[in-house]
């Protein structure tokens, strides 16, 4: 899962993303609302946490921006616990969620988990396909009830996948949502990761479809 | 109208004025009116008198052709009230006397003078008739006589009591007419007051910002200076509310820092955990305070109740989108509440995200108006508050429950909100099974 963060002070940036790195997460951090603005606009997300006090383009323009430009992906806004028009704006500019000020560090985690989680349609923390099962809020994977160790590259991987069941997804996705901006795209590892991964879980759940990437199929459009 | 108006002073200060001043008129015409009548009225018994006194007299009587040719029938005419009399200087005797007397005689008077002065009489004459009557004594030969001629002075007062009246009819239709226009005047004259009564109500109710319009010279002075009050109190206000702003969200983001950096399980952790959240409190609560002492007596702040409502039922809806609440929020009519935005947006922020927070599929919101106040009801179908904890949770900080994220202030700074506009926060079972919060506050109307 790739999230952007876009928060100026730079203690505060620092630390949600750490804390989402620490959960696996992919990150690419920004400090002002310009560059904020940009890498929410060329780059893909599955979440952004954003700030609205942000120097050189406020949080709610910069939203409104990507809204108007059809950007769906879930963002969180930070604002002041006591300005409820911050959050009425935020949500009206088409945030998703909102964290007032001062936080821990766990609530964003959550909200993040939370808003991918409903952005993909599911209403808990456990995606199952089959005898495949993972808890998102744990990161731990079962199968058949018998708990599979995979790194955190794997991990990624079959999340998304997990994320968004019965959908074909490129490998260019993929490799969007799972490295930051800097990882060289034009490597096959995606290959060697679903490799392994089909190995780890013993069950064949990935589908590979030629020419255009793989799938979860849960079966449920089978018929 | 009341005892201070300046109407009533302006209509009070006119009706004395023209009553002083048409009395005044009225007494002084009469009088006037008075004086022209005797003056004619003694100039008429003078010539009759001269006329008299050139005819022969004697002690045997008066030449009658020069009676005659006076040309006062009334001087015939029985007790008409005009009468003549001759009488001689040394006895007093009546020598002769107009016919109207009847034969009857007027009351003894002393006899005038010797030096041929005129004395001037009022007697009562034998019909008990007011007479006035002129008198004079001549020589004529060796013989004196006193030559006195009267005229009917009730006459003389019947014509002044009636030009009285007519004075006084035309004085009181002059009256009424100098208050119409009194009234008119001051009706004009005070518009401009009125006018700044009106834009000073727009202003409270929220329409303007300041007095608009031109005004005369004489009251510009005094609607520039309350412009530039208003102007300066919203500023101090807006300077106030930044500050408090900035030193919030100044201080937000290093205390969330500070407290994410101190997760780790050592003593100072800890420590450095319990102060930061000491500090957050304290902040929390003394810039509230700040904020909404700074708000509680503007003037002329209105906040719309329906948008307001809308907006935070928005968020919640989105917000928590993943747990199917129902959201309901009902409000009739352009309500309007007499206080800032920020603040109604605290109270029913906090107290619709309570409800949230705690509801297991419905929440219902609903404003309306009763009498001069703003009631909001807000219903949830959670699991509600025993009375004891009802009474509980609005004391500073305390939670009924700590396993709902919040930072437990929510409810006692609605509360301080509440009790700062004058209103009232009432926590009850709700029919949904839930809590129902009821909130009273000042409704912002035209009075």
Redesign the interface.
Request: no cysteine; charged share 40%.
């Given at each position: 899962m790739r999230v952007l963060v876009v928060e100026d002070?730079e203690?505060?940036n620092g630390?949600i993303v750490e804390?989402l790195r620490e959960n696996g997460y992919v990150v690419d951090t920004a400090f002002d609302g310009e560059e904020g603005h940009f890498l929410g606009d060329t780059e893909t997300y599955d979440a952004v946490v954003l700030d609205i006090?942000l120097p050189q383009m406020d949080g709610i323009s910069v939203l409104e921006t990507w809204r108007r430009d059809g950007h769906t992906m879930p963002v969180l806004i930070l604002t002041?616990?006591?300005?409820?028009?911050d959050?009425?704006q935020g949500?009206?500019a088409g945030?998703?969620?909102?964290v007032a000020?001062?936080?821990?560090?766990e609530?964003v985690l959550a909200r993040i988990r939370?808003l991918v989680?409903?952005a993909a349609g599911h209403?808990s923390n456990e995606l199952t396909c089959g005898p495949v099962r993972i808890d998102v809020k744990a990161s731990r994977v079962s199968v058949d009830g018998n708990p599979v160790k995979l790194t955190s590259h794997e991990y990624k991987v079959l999340e998304y996948l997990m994320h968004h069941p019965d959908k074909v997804i490129s490998r260019t996705e993929l490799t969007e949502h799972l490295y930051d901006q800097d990882f060289d795209r034009d490597s096959n590892t995606i290959e060697v990761f679903v490799g392994r991964l089909r190995k780890k879980l013993g069950v064949d759940v990935i589908e590979t479809v030629r020419g255009l990437g793989y799938r979860i199929d849960t079966g449920a459009d089978d018929a | 109208m009341t005892r201070n108006s300046l109407t009533l002073r302006l209509a009070l200060l006119a009706a004395a004025g023209s009553t002083a001043a048409l009395l005044l008129a009225g007494v002084l015409f009469t009088s006037l009116f008075r004086q022209a009548v005797e003056r004619n009225f003694d100039s008429r018994l003078e010539y009759l008198l001269t006329a008299l006194i050139g005819a022969e007299i004697s002690v045997t009587g008066v030449d009658a052709q020069v009676v005659e040719s006076l040309g006062e029938p009334r001087f015939e005419i029985p007790l008409s009230g005009w009468y003549w009399q001759i009488r001689a200087g040394e006895t007093g005797d009546v020598i002769a006397a107009s016919q109207s007397l009847f034969g009857d005689s007027l009351p003894k008077t002393p006899i005038p003078p010797a030096d041929g002065a005129i004395s001037a009489i009022n007697l009562i004459g034998p019909s008990g008739k007011h007479l006035r009557a002129l008198e004079r004594q001549i020589l004529s030969g060796d013989k004196s006589f006193a030559v006195l001629v009267a005229g009917d002075a009730d006459d003389l007062a019947e014509q002044v009591a009636s030009f009285g009246r007519t004075v006084m009819i035309t004085l009181t239709i002059f009256a009424l007419l100098l208050a119409l226009g009194a009234a008119l005047l001051i009706r004009f004259g005070l518009r401009p007051l009125r006018d700044v009564r009106a834009a000073l109500r727009s202003v409270r109710l929220g329409d303007s910002a300041s007095l608009e319009g031109t005004y005369p010279v004489e009251i510009e002075p005094l609607v520039s200076d309350l412009n530039s009050l208003i102007g300066s109190n919203r500023e101090i206000i807006d300077r106030a509310r930044t500050h408090v702003g900035n030193l919030a969200h100044a201080l937000k983001t290093p205390i969330a820092v500070l407290q994410n950096e101190a997760n780790g399980t050592s003593e100072l952790a800890g420590r450095v955990r319990e102060q930061v959240a000491a500090m957050q409190h304290q902040i929390t609560h003394h810039l509230d305070r700040a904020r909404m002492a700074a708000q509680s007596k503007v003037i002329g702040v209105i906040t719309p109740v329906g948008p307001t409502i809308d907006g935070l039922v928005r968020v919640m809806r989105k917000v928590h989108e993943d747990r199917n609440l129902t959201i309901t929020a009902e409000h009739v009519g352009d309500i309007r509440f007499r206080g800032e935005k920020q603040d109604l947006e605290e109270m029913f922020g906090n107290l619709i995200d309570n409800a949230c927070k705690w509801a297991k599929s419905r929440i219902d919101v609903r404003a309306v108006a009763r009498g001069d106040r703003l009631v909001v009801t807000i219903d949830d179908d959670g699991p509600g508050l025993t009375a004891e904890d009802r009474k509980a949770v609005l004391s500073r900080g305390k939670r009924a429950d700590e396993s709902v994220p919040g930072s437990g202030l929510g409810l006692s700074i609605v509360d301080e909100l509440v009790r700062i506009y004058g209103g009232r926060l009432e926590l009850k079972p709700a029919k949904l099974g839930g809590l129902s919060v009821q909130l009273e506050l000042p409704l912002a109307f035209d009075r």
């Open positions: 002070d203690a505060l630390q804390a006090g002041a616990r006591d300005r409820w028009s959050k009425v949500i009206d945030a998703d969620d909102y000020k001062p936080f821990h560090i609530e939370a989680r409903r209403a | -």
